[in-house]
């Protein structure tokens, strides 16, 4: 049983690089979630979406951007990355009526 | 005021103690309510979720929730070096999969 699936696990980038962090699910969940987890800032919501075709911003969206692909998969990008977004990236998914997320084994993105 | 707070430690037992984790959140709306487990380096892991107010036990672990002051907590028993750990406290109103959560504690047991 995967679970959750993310890749790469860690990645360092030049300021103004892009890249897709990618997330894969395999619990048949509806709903998946972007969280940026910073020192002292506990877990912030990026981008989550609730079904296959819609995604919504969380708390912190400027500067990524998302796609559901299908019920399986939702991908992170950052298009033009700054050193403010080096963080540990996690993806999560759940099922409505069930309890509480699954989360993937992170991304560690340091932006140069 | 953030919408979920916790202490950020360290709050440090030693092995055998009862470590007692708290939380406090803002919206009167919200309905379920998680404990998550961090190693560092690690991925949260769920270990406990509470609905109702009251206790609910599950092995060593106990939370507890009182809507009505907003508070939810953690009791661990016999707490055990391999309980060291950050523990998130996380909310989810009501009508959304969508869950806050808080900065975490950071717990340590100590031989």
């Known amino acids: 049983n995967a679970g959750v699936t993310q890749t790469p696990k860690f990645q360092v980038l030049k300021t103004g690089q892009s890249m897709t962090l990618q997330c894969a699910q395999d619990m048949n969940h509806n709903s998946m979630y972007w969280y940026r987890q910073d020192p002292g800032m506990g877990l912030r919501l990026i981008y989550y979406s609730a079904s296959e075709g819609t995604t919504d911003k969380g708390e912190v969206p400027n500067g990524y951007n998302v796609s559901r692909l299908n019920k399986r998969e939702f991908s992170l990008r950052l298009e033009s990355a700054a050193p403010s977004q080096t963080s540990v990236y996690f993806c999560?998914?759940?099922?409505?009526?069930?309890?509480?997320?699954?989360f993937g084994s992170g991304t560690r993105l340091t932006v140069v | 005021q953030k919408e979920v707070e916790q202490n950020s430690g360290p709050l440090s037992v030693p092995e055998g103690a009862i470590a007692s984790l708290n939380c406090t959140y803002s919206d009167r709306g919200s309905q379920s309510f998680f404990w998550y487990r961090q190693y560092s380096g690690k991925s949260p892991e769920l270990i406990m979720f509470i609905y109702s107010n009251g206790d609910k036990e599950d092995g060593r672990f106990t939370a507890q929730l009182n809507k009505a002051s907003q508070y939810v907590s953690l009791l661990i028993r016999d707490s055990q070096p391999s309980d060291s750990a950050t523990y998130l406290c996380?909310?989810?109103?009501?009508?959304?999969?969508?869950?806050?959560f808080g900065t975490g504690t950071r717990l340590q047991v100590f031989p």
């Open positions: 999560a998914s759940s099922e409505q009526g069930e309890n509480g997320y699954t």
């Open positions: 996380a909310v989810q109103s009501y009508n959304t999969d969508k869950l806050i």
